[in-house]
């Protein structure tokens, strides 16, 4: 290899690594929150969690992308660990969109004469303008920059001999596998590993079966990601990483040893595509190789399951502990719907303190240890320069408005007042209570709630408990004065009056502020 080939090798290689940034990135943001959404929702069941992880991936062009998305959903507590591995699954499929894409307007078609139109078209969208345009500038500008960047690799190719012409037995196929791995990990992208080993074979520097044995490293090559997460990680995202590695692992050894009959059916593909070069070929193994290593683990996912919980161990998480750092990763809006989950967890339980002792139920609340702590270190840990702040900014103000009203109603439930049995309680205990208990019961599923209702009548009884609570200790004053009651039993019903009205009216921001911040309509109340 001559210093020149090198030098545009390696700027081609650079060209293609941030042309796959910034269509990513661009995807995801004209796709915006929506495209989670929808993959939340889709999977639902085995099948659909395969394909929607799938598609997810090929939208997005990238699998590290989506399954660190999908870690981020298990994180979060969005979907159930089977439905993940389905997910991961798919997205695995999912990468051979790219190869697929290169091999026919890089090799087949050749379109790196547009791609420079388009690269500053594309640039200078992403420069001038905002929101989605600047989106599809990121687009037009990865796009543009992954052909030129074809092209770049092509002609330093030509300048490249690879010795692999030993590399014909059994255990060579297991080297080159090595070299995948390596690649991908080197590269942090098994797509511009791929794409390497397209322009390989199209120069002649590797064989057809030769780029089919690092294909399937570099697709080994992609657990390293999902390994580093591993490391420190919560239960959940130890286990959807766990899940990752082991079957993207398992896969690519029985791709090794059916490495032969694998490669037979991609070139025939080839054959009928008219693929000379065997770029179309190379690129239908990917597909054929993952396909077949889905449908061999499609029929025991819940086993796989099974067995990823009884290596990892069963453990007991809560939301406030699936706070993991992962989860940035995994977009801003999933991070805040875990801090939402987990000020919920907490807040249900404090509520749970105030509605008992309204309802002359005696209680002791023992707030969890560092919880609102370790929330609030969550929220400052969010990396806001990449972040929608129009779509993002007011759910997360919400969540700190939710975080005080919560720090506030600890505070107020470390020194619930001994009951007073005098006979006066307000009715708007009761009320109170009743209106907490509804709230209680619509947020059992850790859903938003859709009851408009529930909100007027805390807003209610807050307010009613407010007025009562200032009568009640003009009355109680003068009952003191007057020497009806004692001065014990006075400042006693005075403390119960102003701790009721307080913790309630926490309790009901509380409320307002986590659905406000769920994405529900607001009822027009500040705090």
């Known amino acids: 290899m001559n210093a020149s080939s090198a030098v545009t090798l390696l700027g081609g290689l650079g060209l293609f690594l941030l042309g796959i940034h910034h269509l990513t990135e661009g995807l995801k943001g004209l796709a915006g929150d929506s495209l989670r959404r929808g993959l939340q929702k889709l999977a639902a069941g085995p099948f659909s969690a395969v394909m929607s992880g799938a598609v997810f991936t090929a939208v997005i062009q990238s699998s590290t992308a989506a399954i660190l998305t999908v870690i981020g959903f298990v994180s979060a507590g969005l979907v159930t660990f089977s439905q993940a591995i389905g997910v991961i699954m798919g997205a695995t499929l999912g990468t051979t969109s790219t190869p697929w894409l290169l091999a026919i307007f890089g090799f087949r078609v ?21 929101g989605r345009t600047r989106s599809l500038g990121a687009i037009l500008a990865g796009f ?6 074809i092209e770049y690799m092509q002609t330093g190719m030509e300048g490249v001999t690879w010795n692999f012409e030993g ?52 697709s080994i090559g992609t657990t390293a990601t999902s390994g580093l997460v591993m490391i420190g990680g919560s239960l959940g995202v130890r286990r959807a990483a766990l899940a990752h590695v082991l079957f993207s692992s398992i896969v690519g050894i029985l791709g090794m040893v059916f490495l032969r009959p694998l490669a037979a059916a991609a ?38 399951a099974q067995l990823i919980v009884r290596i990892s161990g069963p453990g007991s998480e809560s939301a406030v502990s699936r706070l993991d750092p992962s989860l940035a990763d995994a977009g801003a809006a999933i991070a805040l719907e875990a801090a939402w989950r987990a000020i919920l967890e907490v807040g249900r339980d404090a509520v749970e303190a ?83 208990g509804a709230w209680l019961d619509a947020t059992k599923a850790d859903d938003a709630v859709d009851d408009p209702a529930i909100f007027p009548a805390l807003e209610d009884a807050s307010k009613r408990l407010s007025v009562e609570c200032k009568t009640g200790r003009d009355k109680t004053l003068e009952d003191l004065a007057l020497q009806r009651t004692s001065s014990a039993t006075a400042r006693a019903r005075i403390e119960t009056l102003g701790w009721a009205d307080a913790t309630l009216y926490h309790a009901w921001r509380l409320a307002e502020s986590l659905r406000i911040a769920s994405g529900q309509p607001s009822t027009g109340v500040s705090s």
């Not at 520097?205 to 089919?212: A, K, Y």
């Not at 597909?287 to 061999?296: C, D, L, Q, T, Y």
């Not at 400052?380 to 129009?390: I, N």
């Not at 720090?407 to 001994?418: E, H």
């Open 267 to 304: 070139d025939w593909v080839g054959a009928q595509l008219y693929d000379p070069d065997g770029v179309l070929a190379l690129a239908a193994f990917s597909s054929i190789f993952k396909f077949a290593g889905i449908a061999i683990f499609y029929p025991w996912i819940d086993r796989f």
């Open 110 to 130: 050749r379109i790196a004469t547009a791609a420079l139109p388009i690269l500053g078209i594309g640039a200078f969208l992403w420069i001038v303008a905002k």
């Open 354 to 436: 105030v509605r008992s002792t309204l309802a002359g139920v005696s209680v002791a609340y023992a707030p969890p240890a560092d919880a609102v702590q370790q929330i609030d270190h969550f929220l400052e840990s969010l990396s806001l320069e990449t972040t929608d702040l129009a779509t993002i900014g007011p759910r997360l103000v919400r969540l700190c408005h939710a975080l005080d009203h919560l720090t506030q109603l600890q505070s107020d439930l470390a020194r619930i007042p001994p009951p007073v049995g005098d006979g006066q309680r307000p009715t708007a205990f009761d009320a109170g209570a009743r209106a907490l």
């Open 167 to 218: 590399f014909t037995g059994p255990g060579s196929q297991w080297i080159l596998a090595g070299i995948g791995i390596v690649m991908t990990i080197v590269m942090q992208s098994s797509t511009a590993a791929a794409a390497t080993t397209l322009v390989a074979l199209n120069a002649g520097s590797l064989t057809f079966e030769q780029g089919c044995a690092m294909i399937v490293g570099q």
């Open 144 to 149: 543009g920059l992954l052909f030129t960047a």
